[in-house]
T-cell receptor, first 115, second 112 residues
Framework: SAVISQKPSRDICQRGTSLTIQCQVD?????MFWYRQQPGQSLTLIAT?????????ESGFVIDKFPISRPNLTFSTLTVSNMSPEDSSIYLC????????????FGSGTQLSVL | GESVGLHLPTLSVQEGDNSIINCAYS??????FIWYKQESGKGPQFIID?????DKRQGQRVTVLLNKTVKHLSLQIAATQPGDSAVYFC???????????FGSGTQLTVLP
């Protein structure tokens, strides 16, 4: 399975600011996925990031709030913009096995707290 | 759309006993099922998966059982150890999108 490194591992931010989360994979992958895990909750897909094209966002998530970059096949960033306390969550980067999107492997996550 | 639920949000077992974590799904067209383990402060870790053409699959100390008739999935952990304490998620996939829908998670606590 791919090794996925995510940073920062945690951060405490002030409302109204933005935070960019980085995800690095040790092998080239077609798709990278960004998930949100709210406190005590399950995982919700934010968007799918493809290299060379705009990210595909799920219902309820918009590019202005969660801009994503995917400059190459091993790296992606997710920015949480104009943060509010409701954005306090764990943000997870993941990749699928091979070219699939079912058997996912996850990074260690970014624990974000917004004051 | 798909909905996935776990029967119990928490489960406590004695060390050495077997654990069973249950999951129900709604879409009869779901054909791929996967279990994850998430320890505190870490991302979900793949445990085992199964496709709908199988009823049972075994790994190291873990077994996944699939009952398509009642749309039920279970994860069995044999001889549960303290290191098994974590939140366990099931997830299912169906349709052309092949996108996982996650359940809400069961917190497993192993008692000494």
């Amino acid at each position: 399975s791919a090794v996925i490194s995510q940073k920062p591992s945690r951060d405490i931010c002030q409302r109204g600011t933005s935070l960019t989360i980085q995800c690095q994979v040790d092998s080239q992958v077609t798709m990278m996925f960004w998930y949100r895990q709210q406190p005590g909750q399950s995982l919700t897909l934010i968007a799918t990031a493809n290299q060379g094209s705009e990210a595909t966002y799920e219902s309820g998530f918009v590019i202005d709030k969660f801009p994503i970059s995917r400059p190459n096949l091993t790296f992606s960033t997710l920015t949480v913009s104009n943060m509010s306390p409701e954005d306090s969550s764990i943000y997870l980067c993941s990749v699928g096995e091979g070219t699939g999107r079912e058997k996912l492997f996850f990074g260690s996550g970014t624990q974000l707290s917004v004051l | 759309g798909e909905s996935v639920g776990l029967h119990l949000p928490t489960l406590s077992v004695q060390e050495g006993d077997n654990s069973i974590i249950n999951c129900a799904y709604s879409n009869s067209a779901s054909d791929y099922f996967i279990w994850y383990k998430q320890e505190s402060g870490k991302g979900p870790q793949f445990i085992i998966d199964i496709r709908s053409n199988m009823d049972k699959r075994q790994g190291q100390r873990v077994t996944v059982l699939l009952n398509k008739t009642v749309k039920h999935l279970s994860l069995q952990i044999a001889a549960t150890q303290p290191g098994d304490s974590a939140v366990y998620f099931c997830a299912v996939s169906s349709g052309s999108a092949r996108q996982l829908t996650f359940g809400s998670g069961t917190q497993l606590t192993v008692l000494p």
